[in-house]
T-cell receptor, first 116, second 117 residues
Framework: AQKITQTQPGMFVQEKEAVTLDCTYD???????LFWYKQPSSGEMIFLIY??????QNATEGRYSLNFQKARKSANLVISASQLGDSAMYFC?????????????FGQGTRLTINP | GEEVAQTPKHLVRGEGQKAKLYCAPI?????VFWYQQVLKNEFKFLIS????????ETGMPKERFSAKCLPNSPCSLEIQATKLEDSAVYFC???????????????FGSGTRLTVV
């Protein structure tokens, strides 16, 4: 079954520290993609970073990097030098092809709070 | 345009009333997806379209929910006889598609918050 697991319901981090948000996935499909989205209190979904299953290098986008460990089926998000504006819900998602149809499968989310 | 436009932003309906939500995908995107998010937590997949054709409707509660994507019109999601448990934020996303190795390019709309009272 295609599944995303985020085991941290909430994280509290001091401003300027780095933070790692955990994500593990389950799929038997050799081709898949992994996403991280940020959802602030205003509710919109903001795309952060993407990692394809065939990508050799870990994805990076500014302060965001994705620690992709294929053998362990994990795709943790690392935010360096956290800022107060990083406080939000973070969702890990996987693009899965289920019965020939593509869809995004989401994890339960992690609420990140950055303390001043 | 380069954004997925969802209307209305907020919708309040009495239990048993009909609700209709709209989504204009990014021009040129072949796929449209509808998701339901309850209490800012998990996203439940409802339905997807490839152009105007239903691609995957495995998440739809078919007895009350229906959806369409007609040419030259916004896509729509309709809930007949709303129930209290339908209260949620409904997100639409569009994607250019292109198969497993294509760049993903999912873009989400800002959502419609449906409140059933």
């Amino acid at each position: 079954a295609q599944k995303i697991t985020q085991t941290q319901p909430g994280m509290f981090v001091q401003e300027k520290e780095a933070v790692t948000l955990d994500c593990t996935y389950d799929t038997s499909d050799p081709s898949y993609g992994l996403f991280w989205y940020k959802q602030p209190s205003s509710g919109e979904m903001i795309f952060l970073i993407y990692q394809g299953s065939y990508d050799q290098q870990n994805a990076t986008e500014g302060r965001y990097s994705l620690n992709f460990q294929k053998a362990r089926k994990s795709a943790n998000l690392v935010i360096s030098a956290s800022q107060l504006g990083d406080s939000a819900m973070y969702f890990c998602a996987m693009r899965a092809f289920i019965q020939g149809a593509q869809k995004l499968v989401f994890g339960q989310g992690t609420r990140l709070t950055i303390n001043p | 345009g380069e954004e997925v436009a969802q209307t209305p932003k907020h919708l309040v309906r009495g239990e048993g009333q009909k609700a209709k939500l709209y989504c204009a995908p990014i021009k040129g995107h072949s796929y449209v997806f509808w998701y339901q998010q309850v209490l800012k937590n998990e996203f439940k997949f409802l339905i997807s379209f490839q152009n105007e054709n239903v691609f995957d409707e495995t998440g739809m509660p078919k007895e009350r929910f229906s959806a369409k994507c007609l040419p030259n019109s916004p896509c729509s999601l309709e809930i007949q006889a709303t129930k209290l448990e339908d209260s949620a934020v409904y997100f639409c996303a569009s994607s250019p598609g292109g198969g497993a190795r294509a760049l993903p390019g999912y873009t989400f709309g800002s959502g419609t918050r449906l409140t059933v009272v």
